[in-house]
Nanobody
Framework: QVQLVESGGGLVQVGGSLRLSCATS????????MGWFRRAPGKEREFATA????????YYADSVKGRFTISRDNAKNTVNLQMNSLKPEDTAIYYC???????????????WGQGTQVTVSS
């Protein structure tokens, strides 16, 4: 069992930055691909970014590529999301997820956090 707790969300102006963190419990954290998904108001949940178990591979949705950076610290059981140049369309609830399958499909993630709200004001 893996428990995930996100933090770092909040209100930021257009062009600003936020750093999200996901703290995990469980001794098998190093085994999991870690991902960030988001759900904007009135929209389906969508993939944002993911990182392989050892950090060797990263994946980004086109909408965040070049602005978001995912990283992980296996010694601390944490995964982080640095978000720069934020846009109003980045407003969403951001969810941290852990899985053993492919990186970009929500179906491959077995464990999910409760989410943290990110609001970008124009």
């Amino acid at each position: 069992q893996v428990q995930l707790v996100e933090s770092g969300g909040g209100l930021v102006q257009v062009g600003g930055s936020l750093r999200l963190s996901c703290a995990t419990s469980g001794r098998t954290f190093v085994s999991y691909t870690m991902g960030w998904f988001r759900r904007a108001p009135g929209k389906e949940r969508e993939f944002a970014t993911a990182i392989s178990w050892n950090g060797g591979k990263t994946y980004y949705a086109d909408s965040v590529k070049g602005r978001f950076t995912i990283s992980r610290d296996n010694a601390k059981n944490t995964v982080n999301l640095q978000m720069n140049s934020l846009k109003p369309e980045d407003t969403a609830i951001y969810y941290c997820a852990a899985g053993l399958g492919a990186a970009t499909s929500s179906r491959d993630y077995a464990y999910w956090g409760q989410g943290t709200q990110v609001t970008v004001s124009s």
